[in-house]
């Protein structure tokens, strides 16, 4: 063994006092803090989660680039929603509710913030760590009379920025020694020759530095921020087990009709001296800004022996209507304690927790009630929630009619005569052009949105067939309605087609034309805002005489005065009135005016029955989460009164569960399913990531599971091929390469997996482009200079051709994953029963290099039968391998790199 001489450096006298007094309690009573930004969608991460120590929190974290981001809890809470404050040296003071942050990043960085007892708000420090750990992934450990100088992983050190890292808890006198779990002399310290000797007295970091290359150790008061460190230690409580997605735990399983009873059952070691169900009704409005649980029951668990354990049993019924929550509360030792959902994120959704395995914690603080505690969500629909026979058969090919295709140059807008408010457009001379960003140096002027190309209805409709050899057999297009802008949300009249698109024929033409293909069309609008250039505000004058806010003036006699909100007695005309999330280009509605809803759905010719009369196939709404409920359930009602097969999309990014009762809508665009699926082919941990697949299957009925709009790219996010690495600057060919096969992986998820896929314009030939407005660029025509990917596009129609061949990829079952590591997930679906079932074995694989791996396939799986679909493995390998005897039932599954194999076999 080497003998390194470390400087044993006791810092401080009276140890256990010093720690004593230095430390107090956490101002947040228990809420966790984290880091959340646009390197992780916002989303409270455990992987990003500060640790309180003594008096400050800490967090050590690898970030890279440019980045926006708050500190806030689980909730944004409002007295834990920290952003942008003023600058106090090299830290910052943080305040409430604050604007973002930005700053630039390049590497691993501490963060730290610290409160003082007379703040309500922390100063932030970020310092970027100095180098990696000394040893990689080697873990040093505590290693000497505490623990019979064994290497175990309660005294294994953490390296944490600078140094190693040890919270102990110790009394009297300990000798011990530094080292590896091989005592290898390399990573093996003593004090000289021998062992280090020190007299403990209660909480102490133990760190271990290196200062020159060389070792120095320090015991001094507990002060590391441990961000593994658990709360709750006791046996018997961390003993407890629930899965609510494992039949054992709770059956049925998922979203359930309004009159079932559930059955719960919790497991443990004996010493429980009570469990409880504790179920509440969800309320949750607005874009997730309002969230609370009430409570409706607590339901006593009944406990017998099953072994050497015990199973608790309960059984609540769900009358009701609504999304709820559900968490078991435990006495155990004179405590109380939570078992409650996880603390894994989903996509762009306020609530932790992706169902399935439960975790232990103590009881929130008293004076908290149950605001930190995490629910299982249970979804409660109506019995007779129905959606469309058709939609989960859709493929979505996904326009924004602006850049998609030029079939009318005669109706193109015309600088100096098309009004943009109180300005004029801009026109593009060529079809490729890189549309135009204000301030950028892009020679534009300092409007947004007024760029236009010319694409329009006529475009579409010569386009049709191009739609229809891809494969798809749904539009869904962005608004087409009057509008100054060249995105069209900003509504000017909702009864006229956009003259630049074209007119209100050509849309019933298109939707004609679209049905001799076997093609749907939907459209899209917003209920929530109008243009403030529009028919019904009129703030520029450019429509009559009877705006709501005519020439920047109130006017109580408009026959639209009641469908806003006004405040007149502010000054500025800009603050008279609500603009959707302060923009003032969208003057928000009033929901509630009798009159607006009478124009909306409820006249014989109101805006949804008129479309619906002109040919569309069904609505997808903009910003459903800013209009209240009742306003959607009587345009559903009204809606399927008029047109029962109508399909209604929402524009949701998070969990939609409230959605899907089965009075408000059918399906949503999937951001969930778009950030996963995007991520994990870009890479990321497939396990990690299918949890919030898995969540969706759990908290979604089958019926909306099966009709999502599951996109990978849109007019709102980076383009698909942009997250793959596709960006403006890059030049190398390899690069370019890969993310397009990394696309094509994606695509292959997507056509195997339950849903509708959805194809935004010009994916299929390659084009990329960052945030708006280059996601929005024009389709690379080549009749109009384009260079479109052939190659690309005749992998698009290969995997969306399967999905239309096998119904089984459309329809089939969808279970728990046969298999999920970080690289690769498999997939056993199934449409039908007995001899006559269809099945099929999806598995995908995001390694650059091909993967071989083992699954268990159940009784029944006619294994001589499963072909591959898309054709031989790498180097012409057989897709499945015996391994041991036939009957064992395990499989080798052999997958290429960035892709993956879809073997089906027909029933008979």
Same mark, same amino acid.
């Given at each position: 063994m080497r003998a390194w001489f470390l400087g044993l450096a006791l810092l401080g006298t009276g140890l256990g006092a010093s720690a004593a007094e230095a430390c107090r309690?956490?101002?947040?009573?228990?809420?966790?803090?984290?880091?959340?930004?646009?390197?992780?969608?916002?989303?409270?991460?455990?992987?990003?989660?500060?640790?309180?120590?003594?008096?400050?929190?800490?967090?050590?974290?690898?970030?890279?680039?440019?980045?926006?981001?708050?500190? $806030?809890?689980?909730?944004?809470?409002?007295?834990?929603?920290?952003?942008r404050g003023a600058a106090e040296g090299s830290a910052e003071r943080l305040s409430l509710r604050g604007p973002e942050l930005k700053r630039r990043f390049d590497g691993v960085h501490r963060f730290t913030l610290t409160m003082d007892a007379s703040s309500a708000t922390p100063q932030l420090q970020v310092s970027a760590c100095p180098a990696p750990a000394p040893f990689g992934d080697t873990v040093l450990y505590l290693r000497g009379t505490p623990n019979n100088w064994a290497a175990l992983d309660d005294w294994a050190f953490q390296y944490s920025c600078d140094a190693y890292y040890l919270n102990v808890k110790l009394s009297g006198r300990h000798e011990f020694k530094v080292a590896d779990a091989g005592w290898k002399d390399a990573s093996s310290f003593g004090e000289g020759g021998g062992n280090f000797a020190h007299v403990f007295n209660g909480e102490h970091t133990v760190r271990v530095a290196f200062e020159d290359g060389k070792p120095r150790l320090s015991v001094g008061p507990k002060t590391f921020a441990d961000p593994a460190a658990k709360s709750v230690t006791d046996p018997v409580a961390l003993s407890l087990r629930y899965d609510s997605r494992n039949l054992a735990h709770k059956r049925p399983f998922g979203a359930?009709?309004?009159?079932?009873?559930?059955?719960?059952?919790?497991?443990?070691?004996?010493?429980?001296?009570?469990?409880?169900?504790?179920?509440?009704?969800?309320?949750?409005?607005?874009?997730?800004?309002?969230?609370?649980?009430?409570?409706?029951?607590?339901?006593?668990?009944?406990?017998?022996?099953?072994? $050497?354990?015990?199973?608790?049993?309960?059984?609540?019924?769900?009358?009701?209507?609504?999304?709820?929550?559900?968490?078991?509360?435990?006495?155990?030792?004179?405590?109380?304690?939570?078992?409650?959902?996880?603390?894994?994120?989903?996509?762009?959704?306020?609530?932790?927790?992706?169902?399935?395995?439960?975790?232990?914690?103590?009881?929130?603080?008293?004076?908290?009630?149950?605001?930190?505690?995490?629910?299982?969500?249970?979804?409660?629909?109506?019995?007779?929630?129905?959606?469309?026979?058709?939609?989960?058969?859709?493929?979505?090919?996904? !326009?924004?009619?602006?850049?998609?295709?030029?079939?009318?140059?005669?109706?193109?807008?015309?600088?100096?005569?098309?009004?943009?408010?109180?300005?004029?457009?801009?026109?593009?001379?060529?079809?490729?052009?890189?549309?135009?960003?204000?301030?950028?140096?892009?020679?534009?002027?300092?409007?947004?949105?007024?760029?236009?190309?010319?694409?329009?209805?006529?475009?579409?409709?010569?386009?049709?067939?191009?739609?229809?050899?891809?494969?798809?057999?749904?539009?869904?297009?962005?608004?087409?309605?009057?509008?100054?802008?060249?995105?069209?949300?900003?509504?000017?009249?909702?009864r006229e087609i956009d003259p630049a698109f074209g007119s209100n024929a050509d849309f019933e033409r298109l939707t004609k034309e679209a049905a001799k293909r076997g093609i749907r069309v939907i459209p899209d609008t917003s209920l929530n805002h109008t243009g403030a250039d529009s028919l019904y505000f009129n703030?520029?004058?450019?429509?009559?005489?009877?705006?709501?806010?005519?020439?920047?003036?109130?006017?109580?006699?408009?026959?639209?005065?009641?469908?806003?909100?006004?405040?007149?007695?502010?000054?500025?005309?800009?603050?008279?009135?609500?603009?959707?999330?302060? !923009?003032?280009?969208?003057?928000?509605?009033?929901?509630?005016?009798?009159?607006?809803?009478?124009?909306?759905?409820?006249?014989?010719?109101?805006?949804?029955?008129?479309?619906?009369?002109?040919?569309?196939?069904?609505?997808?709404?903009?910003?459903?989460?800013?209009?209240?409920?009742?306003?959607?359930?009587?345009?559903?009602?009204?809606?399927?009164a008029h047109k029962p097969d109508a399909l209604t999309v929402a524009e949701t990014w998070f969990d939609a569960s409230k959605y899907f009762l089965g009075d408000m809508f059918d399906s949503t665009m999937n951001y969930v399913f778009r950030n996963a699926v995007l991520e994990y082919a870009a890479g990321g941990d497939g396990a990690a990531l299918y949890t919030h697949l898995e969540h969706l299957r759990e908290a979604y009925p089958p019926q909306a599971l099966y009709a999502l709009m599951n996109l990978l790219s849109s007019h709102d996010q980076a383009r698909a091929l942009h997250?793959?690495?596709?960006?403006?600057d890059t030049k190398d060919p390899a690069a370019i390469a890969q993310a397009k096969q990394r696309l094509r992986l994606a695509v292959l998820f997507q056509m195997s997996y339950p849903g509708a896929p959805t194809v935004y314009y010009g994916d299929e030939v390659g084009v990329t482009g960052g945030d708006d407005p280059y996601n929005r660029a024009t389709f690379p025509w080549a009749d109009?200079?384009?260079?479109?990917?052939?190659?690309?596009?005749?992998?698009?129609?290969?995997?969306? $051709?399967?999905?239309?061949?096998?119904?089984?990829?459309?329809?089939?079952?969808?279970?728990?994953?046969?298999?999920?590591?970080?690289?690769?997930?498999?997939?056993?679906?199934?449409?039908?029963?007995?001899?006559?079932?269809?099945?099929?074995?999806?598995?995908?694989?995001?390694?650059?290099?091909?993967?071989?791996?083992?699954?268990?396939?159940?009784?029944?799986?006619?294994?001589?039968?499963?072909?591959?679909?898309?054709?031989?493995?790498?180097?012409?390998?057989?897709?499945?391998?015996?391994?041991?005897?036939?009957?064992?039932?395990?499989?080798?599954?052999?997958?290429?790199?960035?892709?993956?194999?879809?073997?089906?076999a027909p029933g008979r």
């Open positions: 309690p956490d101002p947040l009573q228990g809420r966790s803090l984290y880091l959340r930004g646009t390197f992780n969608s916002w989303n409270a991460l455990e992987t990003q989660r500060f640790t309180w120590a003594c008096q400050r929190w800490e967090l050590v974290t690898r970030l890279q680039g440019e980045h926006s981001f708050k500190v $806030a809890d689980e909730g944004w809470s409002g007295d834990a929603d920290f952003g359930v009709k309004a009159g079932t009873p559930v059955q719960y059952a919790v497991t443990s070691l004996p010493g429980v001296q009570r469990l409880t169900l504790v179920v509440e009704k969800r309320r949750l409005e607005g874009n997730q800004e309002v969230l609370d649980y009430t409570e409706v029951a607590r339901v006593p668990m009944q406990a017998r022996r099953d072994g $050497a354990n015990l199973r608790w049993t309960a059984r609540h019924r769900y009358a009701d209507v609504a999304v709820y929550g559900h968490w078991f509360e435990a006495q155990i030792g004179g405590k109380t304690y939570v078992l409650q959902n996880n603390a894994a994120p989903v996509f762009w959704t306020r609530e932790k927790g992706a169902g399935g395995r439960a975790e232990v914690a103590d009881r929130p603080a008293s004076g908290r009630g149950t605001a930190g505690i995490r629910r299982f969500r249970q979804t409660v629909y109506s019995p007779d929630f129905k959606v469309p026979a058709w939609a989960p058969d859709i493929v979505y090919y996904y !326009v924004f009619p602006e850049r998609f295709r030029n079939g009318n140059p005669a109706n193109d807008p015309k600088p100096g005569i098309t009004r943009y408010h109180q300005h004029t457009v801009e026109v593009h001379r060529n079809w490729t052009d890189r549309p135009y960003r204000p301030n950028s140096g892009d020679g534009s002027d300092a409007f947004f949105n007024n760029d236009f190309f010319g694409g329009d209805l006529e475009g579409l409709i010569q386009k049709l067939d191009h739609i229809k050899e891809l494969g798809a057999n749904t539009i869904y297009m962005t608004p087409v309605f009057k509008a100054s802008s060249n995105h069209k949300y900003d509504t000017a009249d909702y703030r520029y004058g450019n429509y009559g005489s009877q705006g709501a806010f005519q020439g920047g003036k109130v006017n109580p006699a408009s026959p639209w005065a009641g469908w806003y909100s006004f405040d007149t007695t502010q000054a500025e005309p800009d603050k008279q009135f609500k603009g959707w999330v302060g !923009v003032t280009d969208l003057p928000e509605l009033n929901k509630n005016s009798e009159s607006l809803r009478n124009f909306f759905y409820r006249d014989r010719d109101s805006v949804t029955k008129l479309w619906l009369d002109r040919g569309a196939a069904g609505w997808r709404m903009d910003v459903a989460p800013w209009v209240p409920d009742d306003f959607w359930r009587e345009w559903r009602a009204a809606l399927k997250h793959f690495g596709w960006h403006d109009q200079g384009g260079q479109p990917d052939e190659a690309l596009h005749a992998d698009f129609k290969r995997l969306i $051709a399967m999905r239309n061949q096998h119904a089984v990829l459309r329809r089939g079952s969808l279970e728990a994953p046969l298999h999920a590591d970080k690289q690769v997930i498999v997939l056993l679906r199934r449409l039908g029963s007995g001899a006559g079932a269809t099945w099929a074995l999806v598995g995908l694989n995001n390694a650059t290099e091909a993967r071989n791996v083992e699954v268990k396939l159940p009784p029944g799986v006619p294994v001589a039968a499963l072909k591959d679909v898309l054709g031989d493995g790498p180097g012409g390998a057989p897709a499945l391998q015996a391994v041991g005897s036939a009957s064992e039932g395990r499989w080798r599954l052999t997958l290429p790199p960035l892709f993956g194999r879809v073997l089906v």
